[in-house]
């Protein structure tokens, strides 16, 4: 299985980026699939994940309310919509799935999702 994550890049301050993540080898129709991120000399921090069966959703506190996760059967894509961009949203993105149902208390957790896509950046100039 590989996650192939796209639409990164460089956007100022208040505006908007939309991420893809295509999944290919399987499908997660029973599992979930979401984002993480990491900036420079930080965490890696939870974003936003979404169950594919339920279209259950998760967010991080910090991304509530600007984001929205959302996913496409046909074409086995998650995508995320970011609006109202802040500098501290500057990170390496990170698509994340697992081809196991997660429990909803359980989206949130790295420990959860067995497979990672290579990173892309977003930066956001003030």
């Known amino acids: 299985v590989q996650l192939q994550a796209y639409g990164g890049g460089l956007v100022q301050a208040g505006g908007s980026l939309r991420l893809s993540c295509a999944a290919s080898?399987?499908?997660?129709?029973?599992?979930?699939m979401g984002w993480f991120r990491q900036a420079p000399g930080k965490e890696r921090e939870f974003v936003a994940a979404?169950?594919?069966?339920?279209?259950?959703?998760s967010y991080g506190d910090s991304v509530k309310g600007r984001f929205t996760i959302s996913r496409d059967s046909a074409e086995n894509t998650v995508y995320l919509q970011m609006n109202s961009l802040i500098p501290d949203d500057t990170a390496v993105y990170y698509c994340?799935?697992?081809?196991?149902?997660?429990?909803?208390?359980?989206?949130?957790?790295?420990?959860?999702?067995?497979?990672w896509g290579q990173g892309t950046q977003v930066t956001v100039s003030s």
């Open positions: 979404i169950r594919w069966r339920e279209r259950n959703t």
């Open positions: 080898g399987r499908t997660f129709s029973n599992g979930a």
């Open positions: 994340v799935g697992s081809t196991q149902r997660p429990i909803l208390s359980a989206m949130q957790l790295e420990r959860t999702y067995h497979i």
